[in-house]
């Protein structure tokens, strides 16, 4: 990915139907998280308050994790009863544990599952429950301003700007609408003092000074396209020149609305999934898979680049995936019975059903590939993006819109699902294709607006460098419940 998807998650921890440890009493539970480094060894994160005499507490104490989409973050959440002060959990009585990813908790949003002992086996009745929210103060500001009776030139060339838009020759401009976070705008404070500043443009970037203001966003968000908020444009400095000075213009201020920026996390918790489709490159470029430089070719150990990618890539997309049955595809072999080129053949030679059941499917669909095509030529991705981008207008067809209306006190709020699955395409290929135009073309035709394409290339074979081609195939989101 072009860039890491990070993001602070908050989670809220509760357990029903506990073993009951202690005698005379209940067990008093206490939970502490642990997530797995990348060296495979567990360190604690956190832990929450104790909680009395309780077999089915809802702990106050939430933990905070950076969740990071590109990457498997395993999770370990521990329940002790606690019958002592010490800080070592290993004198008190284990009440179960849950292994999961951080990726499974947050596509759940609200992830239910049964405590198990050391040994795997049930914790009796017991069950544990992590809820999942992003804390970010995501919220944006959207503006429509415009101007009356600007001032000519003025030499002041003091002070910071940001440029918003430029609208030339004009002393009656209005710009265009924009947007700025809340957070960059008055750090989430309604009544911060807000400096705006109005600047006639120079191409050489000497930027001069018409005037400013200052306001806050209680003042701003009074503002409406019927009656806008209007505010004098002050230079200081002509100001003390003229004594009949007024103003060098007025700012007006016909829209302040605050709104929220979904984010990858809002969609991912309002129950969107992604569905993941794998296309495997096997062009001759790729060398000969029985010889040990070919990409293809697998090791003592039974591992090649293409598997480690496969499982890599893999075990971050399928947690979200409710169904995880993947659609699995090569291009650029010789397939039997005819040997003739394919750039759209089903790893498990089932055209009629292509899906392999989780990674470890895709996996062995591969293995079981290798051996039975030869390696050709030359490198088309245009078969199996039309493909999936048919499989897409296909889902379009037969998914309409959900509403959810939720009552309030006081009002309905009416919230609309996903109207379309996502489709993730991920091209697994040494090289990009000589014509791009066969890529770049499907790719936009059956799409209302063009999907994200994100090629990576590098001169050298290693495949954590290897080309990586990212498609999204779908007509848009609706709003996240």
């Known amino acids: 990915m072009a860039g890491q998807c990070v993001t602070k998650v908050e989670l809220t921890v509760s357990c029903e139907h506990l073993l009951d440890k202690d005698i005379g009493s209940k067990s008093d539970p206490l939970c502490v998280l642990l997530m797995s480094s990348s060296d495979n060894k567990w360190y604690e994160l956190g832990r929450t308050e104790k909680v009395q005499n309780c077999l089915s507490p809802k702990f106050a104490q939430k933990f905070m994790v950076d969740y990071y989409f590109e990457i498997v973050q395993k999770l370990k959440f521990g329940i002790y009863d606690i019958d002592n ?19 499974q908790v947050v596509s759940s949003r609200k992830y239910t599952r049964p405590l198990v002992l050391k040994n795997k086996r049930p914790a009796g009745k017991g069950t544990i429950t992590i809820s999942a ?29 940001s440029l918003i838009y430029v609208v030339k020759n004009n002393l009656n401009p209005t ?17 911060k003092p807000i400096k705006v500043e109005c600047y006639d443009y120079d191409n050489d970037g000497s930027h001069d000074l018409i005037g400013m203001f200052e306001t806050t966003m209680t003042r701003l968000q009074e503002a409406s396209r019927v009656s806008p908020a209007e505010f004098d444009c002050i230079n200081s400095k002509k100001k003390q020149k003229k004594k009949s000075y007024k103003n060098s213009g007025v700012i007006s201020v016909k829209l302040c609305q605050v709104v929220k920026a979904y984010t990858f996390l809002d969609y991912i918790m309002g129950g969107c999934q992604i569905n993941f489709t794998v296309a495997v490159d096997f062009t001759g470029s790729n060398g000969d898979p029985r010889m040990p430089e070919s990409l293809h070719y697998i090791s003592p150990q039974g591992v090649n680049e293409y598997l480690s990618a496969i499982w890599s890539v893999g075990n971050v997309i399928q947690d979200y995936d409710s169904d995880k049955m ?8 010789q397939v039997p019975p005819s040997w003739q080129v394919s750039h759209e053949f089903p790893l498990n030679f089932n055209p009629s059903n292509p899906f392999c059941t989780g990674i470890e499917g895709v996996v062995e669909a591969y293995r079981m590939c290798l051996p039975q095509v030869k390696l050709y030529g030359p490198t088309n991705f ?54 791009q135009s066969a890529v770049i073309v499907p790719m936009q035709r059956p799409t209302h607006s063009p999907p994200a394409c994100h090629p990576q290339t590098s001169e050298t074979a290693s495949f954590t460098t290897l080309f990586d081609f990212c498609l999204w195939v779908g007509k848009g989101f609706g709003t996240p419940v």
């Not at 710009?175 to 009544?191: H, Y």
């Open 133 to 161: 929210e992003e804390i970010k103060d995501n919220r944006v500001v959207n503006f429509e301003v415009e101007a009356r009776k600007l001032d000519n030139k003025v030499r002041d060339r003091q002070g910071a700007w």
């Open 85 to 103: 002060k010490t800080i070592d959990l290993t004198d008190d009585d284990f009440l179960g544990e849950l292994e999961c990813t951080l990726g």
């Open 175 to 191: 710009w265009k609408a924009f947007r700025i976070p809340l957070q960059s705008l008055c750090g989430g404070d309604m009544d």
């Open 326 to 333: 993947f659609p699995a595809f090569g291009f650029g072999a």
């Open 382 to 435: 245009s078969p199996i993006i039309n493909h999936v981008a048919s499989f897409a207008n296909q889902a379009l067809q037969q998914t309409t819109a959900s509403n959810v209306i939720s009552r309030t006190s006081s009002t309905h709020r009416h919230q609309v699902l996903p109207i379309v699955l996502p489709l993730y395409l991920w091209f697994i290929t040494k090289s990009l294709p000589r014509n």
